[in-house]
């Protein structure tokens, strides 16, 4: 069975930086797509970054220049770098991983496998 557990969050200060660690275990990493998503109370899912097997990554505007979706394949680990950091980041983030593509569609994902999530804060 997939698994994907999320770490990392926190409670910064606008400004401040963190990183997000996902690591997949129960099967063999391959490069299916991978994203990070996170969902404020009261809000929709937001997708923010997306990973694709093929290499490519795509952000949310409103993360552009600020955050960094990365692998490490070899420790199957997925990784959201946040720096410069918003009160109006807060939210939980999720990982995600579609079942079968390397290429990256929010529906495909949201049928893939999911973290628990992780909290980050930003206070003012």
């Known amino acids: 069975e997939v698994q994907l557990a999320e770490s990392g969050g926190g409670s910064v200060q606008a400004g401040g930086s963190l990183r997000l660690s996902c690591v997949v275990s129960?099967?063999?990493?391959?490069?299916?797509?991978m994203a990070w998503f996170r969902q404020a109370p009261g809000q929709e899912r937001e997708g923010v970054a997306f990973?694709?097997?093929?290499?490519?990554?795509t952000y949310a505007n409103s993360v552009k220049d600020r955050f960094t979706i990365s692998r490490d394949y070899f420790k199957s680990t997925l990784y959201l770098q946040m720096n410069r950091l918003k009160p109006e980041d807060t939210a939980m983030y999720y990982c995600?991983?579609?079942?079968?593509?390397?290429?990256?569609?929010?529906?495909?994902?949201?049928?893939?496998?999911w973290g628990q999530g992780t909290q980050v804060t930003v206070s003012s």
């Open positions: 995600a991983q579609d079942r079968s593509s390397p290429y990256c569609d929010p529906t495909s994902l949201g049928r893939g496998y």
């Open positions: 129960g099967y063999i990493y391959s490069r299916r797509c």
């Open positions: 990973s694709g097997g093929d290499g490519t990554t």
